[in-house]
């Protein structure tokens, strides 16, 4: 009699994510920049938001004018693809790990669950 061995495919992977829902990890600016294409001012803007600064208080940490200020905001809005602060916030709090694993998985060849073939 003949056993029969099974034998895990070499493709076969897994893929585990942890969070806690608690907390929210903040972006660097470095983060935000190569992320979604902000100029160094632009991620400073965001840095400064998502420390739950209000926008006169932007305003005056960066010593900018509230024209310049919503001049960035534009910038900020088109390149996040967003229409408000609040949307900003939670795409800038949620999006930015979330847009890595998108285009990670994107890349990656499907294989049905039962296997190839």
Request: glycine fraction near 6%; include cysteine.
């Amino acid at each position: 009699m003949r056993s029969e061995r099974r034998v895990t495919p070499a493709w076969a992977v897994a893929l585990v994510f942890l969070h806690d829902p608690t907390t929210h990890p903040v972006p660097t600016v470095e983060a935000l920049r190569i992320a979604y294409g902000l100029t160094p001012a632009e991620a400073r803007i965001c840095e400064l938001l998502l420390q739950d600064l209000t926008i006169q208080e932007v305003e005056e940490r960066l010593q900018i004018t509230e024209n310049t200020r919503k001049t960035h905001l534009r910038g900020i809005f088109a390149k996040c693809e967003v229409n408000s602060q609040e949307a900003l916030i939670r795409v800038l709090l949620f999006g930015l790990g979330t847009k890595e694993v998108v285009e990670t998985a994107a890349a990656v060849p499907s294989v049905p669950l039962g296997g190839p073939g």
